[in-house]
């Protein structure tokens, strides 16, 4: 599928949200040069992990999101983000569903570098 | 500054906004590796610009920005985004004020290509 970026439409977040209902699952839906805009929506804990060589941004479109560090923790509500460095090791929890927009380098996993069963497809466009 | 990425606390975007007023003027609230996420308000017509080495992210956080393009224009609204491809000649046009989030490289300047009276400083964090 092509990248947003040769398009003429605006992305529509919320119309793009109502495309798919599946948790912990990213969906691209622009490129910018080599990141890509990725949406999901998550729901209970997700494992802890690490992504060694990029930080990782996180925007709450909808809902509240905890992100826990070994050290402490932050929580973003709607309209707020965080970016999580490079190398520092967290977990995702929502305890209610969170509506995110993820900001990061194109074939970034989801899991980083831990792999495993919660690991997702990093490709899929929606 | 330090970095956003070094903080342990939320970026609110509407807070983030009710400290400038000015327009024209893009503000850096976060960083992820060597790209930044900048609020700008935006009223009126820009000049026309390009960037030659970089993809451009518009979200509009509130309102409506049109972006022109020599054979054509996308609009946004409230919650759409959209990327300008690099090298694309592009002007945005607010009728009224809108509220931008940006995403490009660290260091890209406001007028591309072209510098001159509306160009402003690329290193304000706010």
Chains 1, 2 share one sequence.
């Not at 479109?61 to 309209?79: A, K, N, P, Q």
Request: glycine share 8%; proline share 5%; charged share 30%.
């Amino acid at each position: 599928m092509p990248a947003t970026s040769t398009r003429r439409q605006a992305v529509n977040l919320a119309h793009k949200f109502s495309l798919f209902s599946e948790q912990w699952s990213q969906k691209i839906i622009a490129e910018m040069n080599d990141y890509q805009f990725k949406l999901a929506r998550l729901q209970g804990e997700f494992i802890w992990h690490t992504h060694a060589d990029t930080d990782e941004a996180f925007i709450v479109v909808e809902g509240e999101l905890r992100i826990e560090f070994r050290d402490g923790e932050v929580t973003l509500r709607t309209g707020e983000m965080y970016v999580v460095p490079k190398g520092r090791e967290h977990k995702p929890v929502a305890e209610r569903e969170v509506k995110l927009l993820l900001v990061e380098p194109r074939g970034t996993p989801n899991t980083g570098d831990q792999g495993g069963a919660r690991t997702t497809p990093g490709d899929v466009w929606i």
